[in-house]
């Protein structure tokens, strides 16, 4: 069964240091979305993406936050300055046109010290 | 807003009961709804999906309602069995215009935990 697959499982890095988040969503999808998890919370949207641009974001996915697609398989978010809040673990998922509903990865566990 | 609440937050039985895990959402405009299963510290596996114009979904010992009006559904667990403990998630796609299609809106869980 296609998989999403995410690296690394699990990132520590220092506070104001920039990580990226990588994934490999399932070939044939054409949305591509980052969810997060802070322990002990729910799954929270980050952003949706369609198309090479962004469809939609929350109001957490600030200017600190970005995606990229930059190349026909890769899907990134980049955090540019990570603070202690952003500690959590990282979901990739991908959909096609919403007959199969989402895929998701297993995760990066990002740890900010 | 979509608010999706998940009851009970806990439940703890012995193996080889039934049980169902309830799940209700106040925007009935959902595109579909998901279950998810969620083992510590670990991803999220998806269980099964019901389309907004669908009533049950079934795999294996899982069944799956929706009640859309209501803003309600159910997942049913028959036979439990001790590899059955973990969390289980719902979740709701919204409907959205264009060409999003539309994000996840989770409930927070319901940590499920079968003793032998």
């Known amino acids: 069964e296609p998989e999403v697959t995410q690296t690394p499982s699990h990132q520590v890095t220092q506070m104001g240091q920039e990580v990226i988040l990588r994934c490999v969503p399932i070939s044939n999808h054409l949305y591509f979305y980052w969810y997060r998890q802070i322990l002990g919370q729910k799954v929270e949207f980050l952003v949706s993406?369609?198309?090479?641009?962004?469809?939609?974001k929350s109001e957490i996915f600030d200017d600190q936050f970005s995606v990229e697609r930059p190349d026909g398989s890769n899907f990134t978010l980049k955090i540019r300055s990570t603070k202690l809040e952003d500690s959590a673990m990282y979901f990739c998922a991908s959909s096609d046109r919403g007959l199969w509903g989402y895929t998701f990865g297993s995760g990066t566990r990002l740890t900010v010290v | 807003k979509q608010e999706v609440t998940q009851i009970p937050a806990a439940l703890s039985v012995p193996e080889g009961e039934n049980l169902v895990l309830n799940c209700s959402f106040t925007?009935?405009?959902?595109?579909?709804l998901q279950w998810f299963r969620q083992d510590p510290g670990k991803g999220l596996t998806s269980l099964l999906l019901?389309?907004?114009?669908?009533r049950e979904q079934t795999s294996g010992r899982l069944n799956a309602s929706l009640d859309k009006s209501s803003g309600r559904s159910t997942l049913y667990i028959a036979a439990s069995q001790p590899g059955d403990s973990a969390t289980y998630l719902c979740a709701v796609r919204r409907r959205a215009g264009g060409t999003s299609y539309g994000k996840l809106t989770f409930g927070q869980g319901t940590i499920l935990t079968v003793h032998p």
């Open positions: 993406f369609y198309n090479n641009e962004i469809s939609e």
């Open positions: 019901i389309q907004s114009s669908q």
């Open positions: 925007d009935s405009a959902i595109y579909n």
